[in-house]
């Protein structure tokens, strides 16, 4: 009996040990990170000269891996560079304008530019990671020491932030993508936009490598800080042919705004909307319509499940308007096919189908009208996904809304399908949750040789706001693919309408 208490005593002894030992473990590998944050954070910044841009750069932890170059107050672009939790932040704190324009505009500099450029952030960088790692150290010595005042509780501190930064450098170094710097994510003001981030075909056509982009993001801050009473007009490529997508404004007359906003901003060739212009097709909503003939730019409307045949004539008289509706025309360049959708759901008195195989199936006829009827087209304009993915192998490009949430699709056939957001944040029902829905839409950027897309920037305005935006940029891998038509029985286009529940 003595003997089983003994050993009882003993496992108790031997469980509040391993208790101890693993709590204190734990403590200690909290402190160490506060206190290699800490280092990091009060230390480790540090000042680098490249080119005439005089830098400020930090290493901080971060949920997100990361790096954020900040232009205040212009705005700031992040970029999706590594997986390791440390965020690389790049303020711009300083530029010589002058010195800019000269290296910029010296036929000797061409091609040395790039490598000078790429060479001053590289010692920079590692200036900022030996800073770090010396400071990070320090700060789980010392703070071990403060919190556990002893010497060997110090010194086990020290080890876990050798650990933990150790583990974190090889990660990033592991997981480091240069060709992040073409996707660009932009926070800012709207007008700073095309300037500071760039445009998409001369970063894919001319700037594909690390080093190039250096020099155009150099370029463009160099401009925007040297305007002193406005910002500097957009360079347009001319390469490029530049659509603005737009979908479900729903009678938000914000939604104007930020169309003209962004045609004048990113030179907009053509504006495609994809319906929903209105909420219930009726005649005093025809006024809304009235601000497409002062846009100055053709604007391509197909009509969606809230806009009545009556909608789609007060849209076909502004000028500068293109009512697309089973029918092609050739818009700046591009030869786009519209297909009207086939309900008109605030009618009550007619029965709306839901059935989304009779959707796919509309589609799929009209794709086979499409390609018997009419030459090659460059780009579909329909309101419903369900409708849109029906025309998967007519295309190379399919836009279409009706959901009020963005996405995009690459089919099996090698057809990009890409579902607008709401611009008008959904009219009144941005104001039925507790967040207001964001308002969106994307300038795509297509070859004006070949018409196919390069790029596009997506654009979100948080709630019913309008001055900053956030921007992200994605570049089309593989823009020459080959489009090969899925092979259907589809039924004829005519007949009764079919449709699907309105969101």
Not at 216 to 234: I, M, R
């Amino acid at each position: 009996m003595d003997l089983t208490r003994w050993a009882q005593g003993i496992r108790r002894a031997a469980t509040g040990r391993t208790v101890r030992l693993i709590s204190r473990a734990v403590a200690g590998s909290v402190v160490a990170v506060v206190g290699v944050w800490l280092g990091m954070a009060l230390g480790g910044p540090v000042l680098a000269t490249v080119g005439p841009v005089d830098v400020g750069m930090s290493a901080e932890l971060s949920l997100r891996g990361e790096t954020v170059v900040d232009a205040h107050p212009l705005g700031s672009l992040l970029f999706d560079t590594h997986d390791a939790p440390v965020r690389l932040r790049v303020t711009l704190e300083n530029i010589d304008s002058n010195q800019a324009r000269a290296m910029l505009e010296d036929p000797r500099l061409s091609d040395r530019l790039p490598a000078l450029l790429e060479k001053e952030l590289r010692e920079g960088v590692s200036a900022l990671a030996l800073r770090s790692i010396a400071c990070g150290l320090a700060g789980a010595l010392i703070f071990s020491l403060i919190v556990f005042r002893g010497l060997r509780a110090a010194l086990a501190g020290l080890l876990a932030g050798v650990v933990m930064i150790a583990g974190i450098g090889t990660t990033a170094l592991l997981t480091f993508r240069p060709g992040s710097v073409v996707e660009p994510e932009y926070t800012g003001l709207l007008a700073g936009a095309p300037s500071l981030v760039g445009d998409a075909e001369s970063i894919v056509t001319r700037f594909e490598s690390y080093r190039g982009q250096l020099v155009k993001l150099v370029d463009n801050v160099s401009q925007l800080y040297d305007a002193v009473s406005s910002l500097p007009v957009y360079d347009a490529d001319p390469t490029s042919i530049r659509i603005l997508h737009v979908s479900d404004i729903h009678l938000n007359p914000i939604a104007w705004n930020l169309v003209r906003s962004v045609t004048a901003q990113f030179k907009i060739d053509a504006v495609v909307d994809t319906g929903d212009l209105t909420d219930h097709g009726s005649g005093p909503e025809d006024n809304f319509v009235k601000e497409i003939g002062r846009l100055g730019v053709p604007y391509v409307f197909v009509r969606g499940n809230h806009d009545s045949k009556a909608t789609q004539r007060a849209v076909a008289k502004q000028k500068g308007a293109i009512v697309l509706d089973d029918s092609v025309k050739e818009v700046a360049g591009l030869r786009i096919y519209g297909l009207g959708d086939p309900r008109f759901t605030p009618d009550k008195s007619v029965p709306v189908d839901s059935d989304l195989e009779s959707l796919a199936a509309l589609g799929r006829a009209h794709a086979v009208r499409l390609g018997q009827a009419f030459e090659p087209v460059d780009l579909v304009a329909v309101h419903d996904p369900t409708i849109a993915k029906g025309f998967s192998g007519s295309a190379p490009m399919v836009l279409t809304g009706h959901s009020h949430a963005r996405s995009t699709e690459l089919l099996p056939s090698g057809t990009r399908v890409l579902v607008q957001g709401s611009t008008g944040g959904a009219g009144l029902r941005a104001l039925e949750h507790d967040e207001p829905t964001p308002v969106m839409a994307s300038v795509l950027y297509f070859d004006r040789e070949t018409h196919r897309l390069r790029a596009w920037d997506d654009i979100t305005l948080g709630g019913l706001g309008e001055q900053s935006v956030q921007i992200q940029r994605h570049v089309e891998n593989d823009p020459g693919r080959t489009i090969s038509p899925e092979p259907t029985i589809a039924p004829s286009p005519t007949g009764s309408t079919v449709g699907t529940a309105t969101p």
